[in-house]
């Protein structure tokens, strides 16, 4: 199993749609969570850390279950712009050292 | 600078040539990653720095690659006798901490092994 998992997709969506993806990681000791968004051969960029209460940012809405071990991530009103792969990020730090587990990303079509 | 910078942007290396990656990451960034990206989206981890002493190698393939970050000069990464499957994206990041510090990544270099 991944330690940490996501939907592939393609999620095709019409403009203006409200789309979720959701990620699941295996190790209960991971400590910060990030979504990043990567474009076709470009380099990711951080959208959002999430945090354990919930956070928002614009149309970006991002949640995090620590329980199941579950991080989420709402897009409300798609552009066509929001069109990437989003990258599910987990960090645990173990004695010291600092382990970025990327998940394979999902993949968002928004059409016109 | 306030960018991570990696260069070249793209590099062909014939079946066991070297292979040589460079990487200036943002001042006052403390941390140094290396990922590669092979398939369009697994990001593998190979390495960290933290400043110019190796913080976490434990993804580094140990007979090929090779990595430094030595004081004013870009960090580098080196793939000695290359392979065709070491075609992909590296991708150098820097982080000014650990804990919840997001990582900020360079536009990455396409290294093509022929």
């Known amino acids: 199993r991944k330690e940490v998992e996501q939907d592939p997709g393609p999620f095709n969506v019409p403009e203006g749609a409200t789309v979720a993806f959701n990620c699941t990681y295996s190790?209960?000791?991971?400590?910060?969570f990030f979504w990043y968004r990567q474009d076709c051969r470009k380099e990711p960029k951080l959208l959002m850390s999430v945090y354990s209460s919930g956070n928002e940012d614009g149309r970006f809405t991002a949640q995090l279950n620590r329980a199941s071990q579950y991080i989420s991530l709402l897009i409300r009103d798609s552009k066509l712009s929001d069109s990437a792969t989003y990258l599910c990020v987990v960090n645990k730090e173990d004695t010291g050292r600092r382990a970025l587990t990327f998940g394979s990303g999902t993949r968002l079509q928004v059409q016109p | 600078g306030e960018e991570v910078a990696q260069t070249p942007k793209h590099l062909v290396r014939g079946e066991g040539q070297k292979a040589k990656l460079y990487c200036a990451p943002i001042?006052?960034?403390?941390?140094v990653f290396w990922y590669q990206q092979v398939l369009k989206n697994e990001f593998k981890f190979l390495i960290s720095?933290?400043?110019?002493?190796?913080?976490?190698e434990t993804g580094m393939p140990k007979e090929r690659f090779s990595a430094k970050c030595l004081p004013n000069s870009p960090c580098s990464l080196e793939i000695q006798a290359t392979k065709l499957e070491d075609s992909a994206v590296y991708f150098c990041?820097?982080?000014?901490?650990?804990?919840?510090?997001?990582?900020?990544f360079g536009n990455g270099t396409r290294l093509t092994v022929t």
């Open positions: 001042k006052g960034h403390s941390y």
């Open positions: 990041a820097s982080s000014p901490g650990l804990g919840g510090s997001p990582l900020h």
């Open positions: 190790n209960s000791a991971s400590q910060s």
């Open positions: 720095f933290q400043n110019e002493n190796v913080f976490d």
